[in-house]
């Protein structure tokens, strides 16, 4: 048996888990601050067999990876430092998402 914890945006949060629970995958939502940015950030636990490993690998891999998304900024946003310019709200591509996973082996699961 492996426990999963994967690091991933507040914001993928729901779909990752709706996509595990369909799967019949167990996770626990742990509310988690990253140490560099100090910005909430989602932390899941999973325990899993060793043979679904994968399969959670694909589904936080199709709600969490890393990819370009286009975004409407608001009026109030500025570019970088050029007073009165403002793009207001056209989109622009920004990347959004990651995780980090880290897969650990488990000596003992039990429910008590
Ligand atoms: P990522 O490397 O994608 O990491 C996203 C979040 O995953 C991290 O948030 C942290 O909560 C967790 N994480 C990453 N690596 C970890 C590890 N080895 N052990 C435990 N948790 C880990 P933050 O710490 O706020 O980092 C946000 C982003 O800032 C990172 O994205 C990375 O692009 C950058 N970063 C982190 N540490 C850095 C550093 N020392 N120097 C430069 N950039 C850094």
């Not at 626990?28 to 950030?41: A, E, I, Q, Y």
């Not at 709600?63 to 109030?76: H, I, S, Y």
């Amino acid at each position: 048996m492996k426990l999963i914890f994967a690091v991933i945006r507040d914001k993928d949060a729901n779909e990752a888990i709706s996509a595990l629970n369909k799967a019949h995958i167990g996770v626990t939502k742990l509310s988690s601050t990253g140490g560099f940015l100090r910005d909430g950030n989602t932390t899941l636990m999973i325990g899993t067999e060793d043979d679904q490993v994968e399969a959670v690998m694909d589904i936080l891999h199709e709600n969490c990876a890393k990819r370009t998304q286009m975004e409407v900024l608001g009026p109030g946003y500025t570019t970088g430092g050029v007073p009165g310019w403002s793009i207001g709200c056209a989109p622009i591509k920004v990347e959004v998402g990651g995780a980090t996973v880290f897969v650990l082996d488990v000596d003992q699961f039990r429910k008590l």
